[in-house]
């Protein structure tokens, strides 16, 4: 007996099982997230409300550079991530290293501490940071009491002590996120490689630079390119944190996407351009990191 079932070998039939258990999952990526980003695009050209929308080129573009609250908040953005992604990435780097210390004891009490604000809800934290520098909070009750201060300070009321607090508080979440991956790293690297460059008189310095970081380049990369994207889209810091306070000094793109939809008179055209641009932004320093992080020859 010959039939259309016979005439299948075993991998057709694999690659007909794998194409039946993607196609769903295809679909719904194509629905809820592609078919989305077409139409946001399509938006970015429009403007105006509701159904009296009209095509309007590439003004939400142009619009975009001559906002001043727009640049503020582009000119934020790269602020944290100038400032706040090397230095997360260094000390989560140097926390994996030492944490790596086969003969270190309690290892995983130290590992689990610092991952815990990673585990933290972001309004969670976002209310711890603004009670501990508040006017009568922790660090101004600190400061007077040793005498650095004889009234408490304003920290988020002032432009720059706002911007580094959002900073120290960004520091203080993500560390341990990516502590995480650099221990991943370390331990796929064979111990006896640390153990032979201390023999041959290597100092903790040397084993760090010319073996920890090169062998790590990979990951380092990868929570680059993860660090720039999360930075780049900001959102909870700035909304629950300082509210974008003051006077818009602390704003992040995000934040001020959000209020176009949402809390002004519904420009989603105009949010869906600035949308946009994150996006290109994105893409092109994921794109030099890569080239920049790509060593292969």
């Known amino acids: 007996m010959s039939g259309p079932n016979k005439k299948l070998t075993l991998s057709r039939k694999q690659n007909l099982s794998g194409w039946a258990f993607l ?13 989305p980003m077409f139409r946001a695009l399509i938006l970015s050209f429009k403007t105006g409300v509701g159904l009296n929308m009209k095509w309007a080129g590439t003004y939400n573009y142009v619009r975009m550079f001559q906002d001043a609250v ?43 501490a610092i991952f815990l604000p990673c585990a933290t809800s972001l309004v969670s934290y976002a209310v711890i940071f603004r009670s501990l520098f508040a006017v009568d909070g922790l660090i101004n009750t600190v400061l007077i009491n040793t005498g ?11 432009a720059t002590s706002a911007r580094i607090i959002i900073i ?10 990516n502590m995480v991956f650099y221990l991943s790293g370390l331990q796929n690297i064979e111990y006896s490689i640390y ?11 040397q084993v760090f630079w010319k073996m920890t970081v090169p062998l790590l380049r990979p990951t380092i990369l990868l929570t680059a390119i993860m660090s ?21 000094a602390t704003i992040t793109m995000s934040h001020y996407i959000y209020n176009m939809s949402f809390k002004y008179v519904p420009n989603f055209g105009y949010a869906a351009a ?11 320093l994921a794109f030099l990191q890569m080239k920049a992080g790509d060593k292969r020859d």
Not at 23 to 35: H, N, Q, R
Not at 78 to 107: E, G, H, W
Not at 148 to 158: E, I, P, R, V, W
Not at 168 to 177: E, V
């Open 23 to 35: 196609t769903p999952a295809a679909i719904l990526i194509a629905a809820m997230s592609f078919y």
């Open 70 to 112: 727009f640049m503020q908040a582009l000119k934020n953005n790269f602020i944290y991530l100038i400032f706040q992604v090397p230095i997360m990435l260094v000390l989560a780097l140097v926390l994996a290293s030492l944490l790596n210390n086969k003969d270190l004891r309690f290892k995983g009490f130290f590992r689990t």
């Open 148 to 158: 650095l201060l004889s009234t408490g300070y304003n920290f988020l009321g002032h």
């Open 168 to 177: 120290l508080a960004l520091i203080w979440r993500w560390t341990g996120y």
């Open 195 to 205: 153990e032979a460059a201390k023999i041959d008189g290597a100092s903790p310095w």
């Open 228 to 248: 720039t994207n999360g930075t780049l889209q900001l959102f909870d810091e700035s909304v629950n944190l300082t509210n974008g306070g003051p006077a818009n």
């Open 274 to 284: 600035m949308s946009y641009l994150i996006l290109i932004l994105v893409a092109v």
